[in-house]
């Protein structure tokens, strides 16, 4: 078979929303998706016509197989992945406005190690997407996310790396010097200006790369103003588009996705960011956290 273009891997979970955008304490009817950062950032790439496949654990369980069955819908291929009988699919459940509630300890997917990251298949993958929510789930996906890594450089491959920093699920002081040290692993960068001040200080996009000077390509989110992107170029700003927000969760993934189909197909590094910007803007209309669309 082909193999697929992008290759993401990462947690996913049964992500349940008020159907309307309404408060989780006042809403009567609700949608249940497929969400994980990673898997979103495959189903937007799917739908924007390239082959995209992901990988992680799911529990053996209903609620795994909804999300296969979702994330199949969208084009994304799910033929490696895991399914585990003794540990279950995590859950999350947004309140819009107003965060989102998890429901992931002892999951499946915090259950993978090292010695799962040797059985990735990645021969003609062209990059490898990543976050930093792999290494906060266990100290076991921690290590599986570097041997995940090395065994990319290895194999020539491209790595993509969101820093994608949940507060919630590990302290300042741990998250902080290890997503700097996972993102001096990769190649191509995204993280957003503020969560980039939360956990290194810094406070401009130009502060951000000072700091990370290691990936070729490095991008800098500042939600409705814009996105900052830095390459052997240079610097390159483009401006965030004017949406009514419904809810913003999601649109992170939507732009990765946006930003890396355009990457593949070759554009400038500011069409590139228009292209995120764009993707982004169709999930801040919507409590989904992908758009139902048949690939291209």
């Not at 990673?38 to 082959?51: I, Q, T, Y």
């Not at 406070?203 to 991008?219: C, K, M, Q, S």
């Amino acid at each position: 078979m082909t193999p697929p273009e992008v290759l993401t891997v990462g947690e996913t979970m049964a992500m349940v929303a008020p159907l309307d955008g309404s408060r989780l304490l006042d809403a009567r009817e609700f949608r249940m998706d497929a969400g994980g950062a990673e898997s979103n950032v495959a189903a937007h790439l799917a739908a924007l016509g390239h082959r995209a496949a992901w990988f992680s654990r799911l529990g053996a369980d209903a609620l795994g197989d909804r999300i296969l069955r979702q994330l199949e819908s969208f084009g994304v291929e799910v033929g490696g992945v895991e399914r585990d009988p003794q540990h279950p699919t995590g859950l999350y459940v947004k309140d819009p406005g107003h965060g989102v509630q998890y429901y992931r300890a002892g999951s499946a997917a915090a259950q993978l190690d090292p010695a799962d990251a040797a059985s990735v298949a990645l021969d003609g993958v062209r990059m490898l997407h990543v976050s930093g929510i792999t290494a906060a789930i266990s100290a076991t996906a921690s290590a599986f996310l570097d041997a995940l890594i090395a065994h990319a450089h290895a194999a020539g491959v491209e790595v993509s790396f969101d820093v994608n920093h949940r507060a919630a699920l590990w302290p300042l002081e741990t998250a902080a010097p290890r997503l700097r040290q996972l993102a001096a692993m990769a190649d191509v960068v995204f993280v957003g200006r503020d969560e980039a001040e939360t956990l290194w200080g810094t406070v401009t996009a130009a502060e951000v790369r000072e700091l990370l000077g290691e990936p070729a390509e490095l991008i800098v989110k500042d939600g409705d103003v814009g996105a900052t992107a830095f390459d052997a170029a240079g610097e390159h700003f483009v401006p965030a588009l004017r949406v009514e927000v419904v809810e913003a969760v999601g649109a992170g993934d939507a732009f990765a996705g946006g930003y890396l189909a355009a990457r593949l197909d070759g554009l400038v590094i500011a069409d590139r960011l228009r292209a995120g910007h764009e993707r982004a803007a169709l999930i801040l209309q919507t409590t989904s956290d992908t758009i139902e669309e048949t690939p291209a």
